[in-house]
């Protein structure tokens, strides 16, 4: 948790619960004392109300369930602390309709504790009451008498629950359907980081480097088993077979994929795509997949797989329309069928030359490398830019390819399929060389490349405007195209790399004036610009190449550089 943002203790959780009836909209308002969320306007036909609650710090659950198909109230609790019985016994007389009520509670023993009181204080009044305990979670299974823990499958209980109460079910069958899909409900959750305590914003505990917590719980409660970093696709394995143990799905199954609070949307994706995939490998039917961030842990970077064995009578359910802030808006699972795909990579050569196997090595080396100094005025993805463009070279290219070929797949590997501006530019410096050393005799591919250097520095200008002095690989390459008129010389040699390598080497003194340097101003200097120092390396490959130099002094430029970082 952000301590800088949320400074006062007193204020977390009220704070939270005002913001969230102002972004639900019409007819969702609050209650500061004592604290819930609820809706004045249920639907025509509900004839039972939804309550449910817990501590702060799982939003948008549950007061983002709050409208049109979702909740009638939510209570929240103080930061991971269940609500008190006053607020609960308050938000459920105030939403209570003619049938009654029904709380939806996940398995804590606060939770459970203070809703029972609740309860008990509605009947005294001749209201009814039912509950529905949610206790999905496959980390805590052998916890005894308490029983699972309530997670994330809370979501669907109560978005399936939202629908049917909407559609004028009972009590008593609301009850029975959130019984039944609790029960066909597994959840478990892994982090590789612990949220921030809202106290003095360290971890809850720590992960040691290259380790996961697997069936961590949402309050910071560690799990009872920790395994080593794998790649996605094992780790998801791991996670589906866990939870398919327990669920027969003969009619397929709802798949949630939950960000734990700081997980980014674009790994929820992956996630989700590889979830999808593991389960169609094992012959499961998806009925819905749906990714995003509902049942949260502060800022736990972590993630929740949830499966639940579909039934067809509520499946309509949950793909029902809703009008609350922040329940998923699930859809019919189709699958996806890449229909663009090029086939490049089928049957594609996993033999290239000598030359660009190398490059591609010493690249995949300094890919880190690269990343960082990128990170000091960028976005940190340059050596993954330059490995993934030399990557798909050397699957374009061949064993017998000589020099000019390997420039021609370089070429057009960063301009067809590198994005970003580190593609295009980098593939018109490889063009240009290329086009220059496809017309040039072996004898005299030095001045070729000079002469392709040049032709580069005028499509990069003309493509993307900068200017020496701006921070750019126009720097190493301007260096070189001046060094070489001054000297009137005719071919790429020894003092032309050092020229690139002193171009290079200066744009860790300048301010940036293009790219994204220009945005972070002098905070940028004191390292050098990424793209000049790999055009630097670059000249000093191909000098190598060209001359069959043997010496380091490509990779001794590139250190030299890299220290000034």
Known sequence: MTVLFIADRAKRARAGLSGLAMVA????????????????????????ALVSGGGAGHEPMHGGFVGRGGLDAACPGEIFTSPHNRQIYAASAQVALPDGVLHIVKNYTGDVLNFS???????????????????????????GKVGRRGTAATVIVEKVLGAAADAGWSLAELAALGRDVVARSRTVAVASEAHRSPGDGGRAFEVSPGSLEFGVGIHGEPARERIDVTDLDGLVDRMVDALTADLSAPEGVVVLV????????????????????????????????????????????????????????WLPHWYADHGTPGLPRPTVFAGVDDVHATGREEGASTHASPWLQNLADRTERLRDHFNALDQAAGDGDFGDNIAVGVSHAVRRGDAEDDLVADLGHLASA????????????????????????????????????????????????????????????????????????????????????????????????????????????????????????????????????????????????????????
């Open 258 to 313: 939950n960000g734990l609070g700081g997980t980014g949307q674009l790994e929820l994706l992956h996630f989700g795509d590889a979830a999808a995939r593991a389960l169609m490998a094992r012959r499961v039917p998806i009925r819905s997949l749906v990714t995003g961030a509902y049942c949260t842990a502060l800022d736990m970077r972590g993630v929740s797989l949830t499966v639940v064995d579909a039934d067809p009578e």
């Open 414 to 565: 960063f301009l067809d399929d590198v994005g970003g501006s580190s593609g295009p530019l980098l593939g018109l410096v490889f063009g240009g060389i290329a086009s220059r050393a496809a017309d040039a005799p072996g004898d005299a591919l030095a001045g070729a490349v000079l002469a392709g250097l040049g032709d580069a520095l005028t499509a990069v200008q003309r493509a993307g405007g900068a200017q020496r002095g701006d921070r750019t690989l126009v720097d190493a390459l301007a260096a070189v195209v001046d060094d070489a008129g001054r000297r009137d010389v005719e071919g790429l040699d020894g003092t032309s790399v050092l020229a690139a390598i002193e171009g290079a080497g200066a744009t860790a003194e300048m301010v940036g004036g293009r790219g994204r340097a220009a945005y972070v101003g002098e905070r940028a200097i004191g390292r050098p610009d990424p793209g000049a120092v790999a055009v630097a390396w670059l000249c000093a490959l191909l000098w190598q190449a060209v001359t069959g130099d043997s010496s380091d002094q490509a990779d001794t430029a590139l250190e030299a550089l890299l220290a000034d970082g």
């Open 25 to 48: 909209g019409e007819g969702v308002e609050y209650s500061s004392d004592p604290a819930y969320l609820f809706t004045r306007r249920p639907a025509e036909g509900r004839r039972v």
């Open 117 to 143: 009181i609740a309860a008990e204080r509605l009947r005294a009044d001749g209201i009814a009451v039912e509950q529905v305990l949610v206790d999905d979670d496959w980390g805590s299974r052998d916890a």
